[in-house]
T-cell receptor
C-alpha cells in the first residue's frame, strides 16, 4: 500500500458529463501529481501541485482542471467528457518537489465514457 | 524537452534466465532516472533510481540498472527472472537543474515483461 488514496476506483459516465476524481496524498507529502494512462498515449503528465499551488502543467486539456486544498487532498475535474477521455487516471505524491524524489502512486481511477 | 524511449513493447524470458528491459533517454541537462513497475490493477511502484555516482544502481526485488551516459541509456536488469516479475515496467526521467516550477517526471510507454515458467 503506497499510502495514496484515490476515489472512486471506477467511474462510468456519458459524453458531455462532468466528473470529479479525488486524491489523498501520503501523510506529510506536499506534492500531488496527476497522470493519465491510456493504451495509445501511455502515461501522460497532466498537472503538479505543491502545497496548494500549481507548479507545472503538462498535456492537460482546457476541459480539465485541478486544485489542491488546504488539507492537501487534490481533485481533478473533467468536464464536457468525450469518448477519448476514457483512461486510467493516477494520482501520485511526494514529500516536496525535489527532482530526485520518487513518487508514490495511488491505484488509479478507471474512467469509462460511454 | 525531456523524453524516454522503451524500444520493446514486450519482453519474454524464461524463468531463471537473466532479463534486460531497455530504456534510452533524452534531456538537455543532467538526468535523474527512475524505474517503476506496474502490476495488474495496481498503481506504479518505485523500483530504483539513478541520481549521481556509481553507474550501477541496485533496487527492490533484486533488480538493478546500469546508467550509461555516452549511450544515454538506463537498462533494467535482473540476473535470474521469476514468474512473479511479470508486469509492466516503466522508465522515467527528470531533468536537473529544473526549469522554474517544472518538476515533471516523463515516462516511457512501458515494456510488458512476461516470465515463462
Amino acid at each position: 500500500d503506497s499510502g495514496v488514496t484515490q476515489t472512486p476506483k471506477h467511474l462510468i459516465t456519458a459524453t458531455g458529463q462532468r466528473v470529479t476524481l479525488r486524491c489523498s496524498p501520503r501523510s506529510g507529502d506536499l506534492s500531488v501529481y496527476w497522470y493519465q494512462q491510456s493504451l495509445d498515449q501511455g502515461l501522460q503528465f497532466l498537472i503538479h501541485y505543491y502545497n496548494g499551488e500549481e507548479r507545472a502543467k503538462g498535456n492537460i486539456l482546457e476541459r480539465f482542471s485541478a486544485q489542491q486544498f488546504p488539507d492537501l487532498h487534490s481533485e481533478l475535474n473533467l468536464s464536457s467528457l468525450e469518448l477519448g477521455d476514457s483512461a486510467l487516471y493516477f494520482c501520485a505524491s511526494s514529500p516536496r518537489t525535489a527532482t530526485n524524489e520518487k513518487l508514490f502512486f495511488g491505484s488509479g481511477t478507471q474512467l469509462s465514457v460511454l | 524537452a525531456q523524453s524516454v524511449a522503451q524500444p520493446e513493447d514486450q519482453v519474454n524470458v524464461a524463468e531463471g534466465n537473466p532479463l534486460t528491459v531497455k530504456c534510452t533517454y533524452s534531456v538537455s541537462g543532467n538526468p535523474y532516472l527512475f524505474w517503476y513497475v506496474q502490476y495488474p490493477n495496481r498503481g506504479l511502484q518505485f523500483l530504483l533510481k539513478y541520481i549521481t555516482g556509481d553507474n550501477l544502481v541496485k533496487g527492490s526485488y533484486g533488480f538493478e540498472a546500469e546508467f550509461n551516459k555516452s549511450q544515454t541509456s538506463f537498462h533494467l536488469k535482473k540476473p535470474s527472472a521469476l514468474v512473479s516479475d511479470s508486469a509492466l515496467y516503466f522508465c522515467a526521467v527528470r531533468e536537473w537543474p529544473s526549469g522554474a516550477g517544472s518538476y515533471q517526471l516523463t515516462f516511457g510507454k512501458g515494456t510488458k515483461l512476461s516470465v515463462i515458467p
